[in-house]
């Protein structure tokens, strides 16, 4: 079914609209009157047409945020989690992760348990366990002065890797962050998961979750245990001390926790087994989870994604959908890909997919996912064939470049106008941070893109907050040429 095109759905509405105004004229004709087409048609024919501007892609794309399922597979969960975790996050989740989207299910103690057991009797494999040197497995307060410089190491390398690959961009922690909105605050994380399955995690996030909206970083196995050091040792992921106060004026009962020692003695308690099954049964956790056993009385589709090649490959690895969007798909966060073809020039794009830059000084940057050249290429290759208007954008500079005369015209033009109060146009002089840097526009943007965001800045950007200034055609081939000539060995001239 992946392949079933949009368009055909597209024609089928085509043929249903053309046959209602086809009816509608009839109509209309037969009375003697004037043809004219029922405004209600053309509303819905609006309603159901694809964009026209968009091109039809080679491929469906996938909506990672039309998963199946929106929780994670609790098939090897034991291996994840320990039972203490378990045990509080099945009572009330939103207790232990602020930003959890799962419901309490009013399960007692007892029950909690029996579920508990279940789970862990449909284990699969276990994570690979991975050869740590024998001091990343010590406490800190164990660690030789030797010992200790050697795990700094570590730990600050992957201080910095977390750092380029932004994950607070997608996890907040302790509250803070997250702007995309998808993934779980990772603020006491150390009381969850143990650090062989984060490397495992971290190495091959869809290994575990097929449909997880995280993007599977292009990591050396360095990378991933500088990662694993930083985020099982830094005390931002470990919970907040409670002052001992605070914790005995709590009105609120505790939470009843099943212990390691209490589960390794009911493990394997067949009676207990089963009534764990008909809990999970009944309280229907197989909606929001794949929970191997238990009859599925909602038919899941799987997502066929064996032999996905090139552009399509990097789109379900790296989940660039989660933050962008394109045509009717994916997230609002970062900025829509729609026509990036028609709008950026495809050295920039290629070198930024694989390197990043600040673009909007305000906003966030794109983490650093570090695709291989050949994957940026292919990304590359594939923005510039298909994501593009249908027409050409209207271009002033097809012909040749722009005069000196034009370009001083248009740099006059960018100061009387007040574009540098959002935008610094050249690195030594200075102007306003709101917008992009345009000191090197001319190598990121098309012309005619330019041409087109001058025309009506929020027809490219709803949200944008850059002013409509009304720009007569002669005043915008101006500001057009002088942007142009904004290129890199230019710079700072
Ligand atoms: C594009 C958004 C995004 C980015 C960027 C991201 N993550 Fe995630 N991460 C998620 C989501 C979403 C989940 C939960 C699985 C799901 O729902 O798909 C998750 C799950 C996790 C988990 C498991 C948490 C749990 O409680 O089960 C860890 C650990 C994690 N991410 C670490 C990281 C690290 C480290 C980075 C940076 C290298 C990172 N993430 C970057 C979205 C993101
Ligand atoms: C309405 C949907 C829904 C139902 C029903 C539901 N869950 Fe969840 N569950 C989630 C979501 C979503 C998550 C991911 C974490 C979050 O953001 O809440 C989750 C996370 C979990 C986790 C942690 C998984 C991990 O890898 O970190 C466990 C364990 C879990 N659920 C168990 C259960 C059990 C057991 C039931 C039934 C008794 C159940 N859930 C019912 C939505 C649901
Ligand atoms: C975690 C969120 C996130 C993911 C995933 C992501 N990006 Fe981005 N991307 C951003 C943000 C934020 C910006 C804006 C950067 C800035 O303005 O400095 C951006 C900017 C861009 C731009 C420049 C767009 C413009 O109009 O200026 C392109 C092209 C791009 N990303 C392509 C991709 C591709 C291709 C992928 C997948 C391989 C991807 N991105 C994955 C967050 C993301
Ligand atoms: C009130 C602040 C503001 C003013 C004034 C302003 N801009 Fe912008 N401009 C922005 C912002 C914000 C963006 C980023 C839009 C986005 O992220 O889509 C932007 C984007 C741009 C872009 C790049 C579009 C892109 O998507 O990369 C160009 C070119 C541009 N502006 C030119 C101008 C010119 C020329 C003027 C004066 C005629 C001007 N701007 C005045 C705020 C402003």
């Known amino acids: 079914m992946r392949l079933r095109s949009i368009v055909s759905i597209h024609k089928r509405w085509l043929m249903i609209i053309s046959f209602c105004i086809a009816f509608a004229s009839c109509i209309h004709l037969s009375f003697g009157q004037e043809r004219k087409i029922d405004n209600m048609f053309l509303e819905l024919d609006k309603k159901y047409r694809m964009p026209e501007q968009w091109s039809a892609l080679p491929f469906e794309l996938e909506d990672p945020y039309k998963r199946i399922k929106n929780g994670p597979p609790l098939v090897n969960i034991v291996y994840k989690v320990n039972v203490e975790w378990l045990s509080r996050w099945i009572a009330n989740p939103k207790k232990v992760v602020p930003n959890a989207k799962m419901p309490a299910l009013g399960l007692g103690f007892d029950e909690i348990q029996a579920v508990i057991v279940f789970l862990s009797s449909i284990a699969e494999k276990d994570v690979p ?49 997250g702007n995309v909105g998808v993934g779980p605050d990772l603020g006491e994380i150390t009381t969850k998961i143990n650090r062989n399955w984060l490397h495992s995690w971290l190495g091959n996030t869809k290994g575990h979750f097929p449909d997880t909206l995280m993007a599977q970083y292009r990591f050396t196995d360095v990378d991933v245990r500088g990662l694993v050091e930083f985020v099982m040792r830094d005390t931002q992921f470990i919970p907040e001390e409670k002052d001992e106060e605070t914790v005995a004026d709590a009105a609120e009962p505790e939470i009843k926790v099943l212990t390691e020692k209490e589960f390794s003695g009911i493990r394997n308690d067949t009676a207990l087994i089963e009534k764990g099954r008909g809990i999970v049964e009944k309280a ?14 909602m038919p899941v589709v799987e997502r066929k994604r064996d032999g996905l090649a090139g552009f399509e490959k990097v789109l379900y690895d790296i989940r660039c959908l989660t933050c962008h969007r ?11 890909l729609t026509f990036a073809g028609s709008k950026m020039k495809m050295d920039w794009e290629g070198e930024f997919l694989q390197s ?41 500079y097809k012909e040749g470049p722009p005069t000196a005369d034009i370009i001083a015209a248009g740099e006059k033009l960018f100061y009387e106008k007040g574009c540098n109060t959002c935008h610094a146009e050249n690195i030594t002089k200075g102007g306003g941070v709101v ?59």
């Open 435 to 493: 917008g992009p840097n345009l000191a090197t526009v001319g190598d990121r943007l098309q012309p005619a893109y330019i041409l087109y965001h001058l025309k009506n800045p929020q027809q490219a950007n709803p949200q944008g907050v850059e002013p409509n200034f009304g720009l007569s055609d002669e005043e915008m081939k101006q500001l057009v040429g002088f942007l142009m000539d904004h290129v890199k060995k230019k710079e700072g001239k």
């Open 356 to 396: 990043p830059d600040i673009i909007r000084p305000l906003s966030q940057q794109m983490p650093k996912f570090n695709l291989a050249e050949s994957e940026a290429k292919a990304a590359t290759e594939f923005i510039e064939k298909n994501l593009l208007f249908k027409e050409p954008l209207p271009d002033f």
């Open 284 to 297: 229907r956790c197989f909606v929001c989870h794949d929970i191997k056993g238990i009859p599925e009385l």
């Open 129 to 177: 366990q991975v050869a740590w040197d024998d001091f990343l497995l010590k406490k800190e307060d164990d660690l030789s002065e030797d010992e200790y410089d050697k795990m700094d190491k570590v730990y600050n390398a992957g201080k910095g890797v977390w750092g380029r690959a932004r994950c607070t961009i997608c996890h907040p922690i302790k509250g803070v962050g």
């Open 326 to 336: 394109i045509q009717d798909k994916g997230g609002t966060y970062a900025p829509n």
